[in-house]
């Protein structure tokens, strides 16, 4: 929804400048996309965690450790993934456009 807003003509764009203003349209659909967006991870990100950590017994030693490492490889690997995409992404809009 988001790409689909962006690609939506413009109404008001001037030749020898390149700002543009968006119509109503457009504005609307950015809204709902970017509402999704945020009741999605708000559903995802803390149901996530919780189902992990409900995968390992509290009563065996060795899976109560397991459940603490698995809480540093996923926010090792959270993190890792969000540092990757930014680098990316720069590398894209500084060289591919």
């Known amino acids: ?5 962006a690609m939506l003509p413009t109404s ?3 030749s020898d400048s390149m700002s543009c203003s968006s119509n109503t349209l457009q504005v ?3 809204f709902i996309a970017l509402y999704l967006v ?13 189902f992990g950590a409900d995968q390992f017994d509290r ?5 109560y450790k397991a459940k603490s490492s698995f809480f ?7 993190s ?4 990757v995409s930014l680098l990316v992404l ?3 809009q500084d060289n591919l456009s």
């Open 1 to 5: 929804m988001l790409t689909l807003s």
């Open 72 to 78: 540093n490889w996923w926010y090792f690997f959270m």
């Open 28 to 30: 609307i659909l950015l």
């Open 38 to 50: 945020a009741l999605g991870q708000g559903g995802h990100k803390p149901c996530v965690q919780a």
């Open 90 to 92: 720069t590398y894209i």
């Open 12 to 14: 008001d764009c001037q």
């Open 59 to 63: 009563q065996d030693t060795k899976e």
């Open 80 to 83: 890792s993934g969000i540092l």
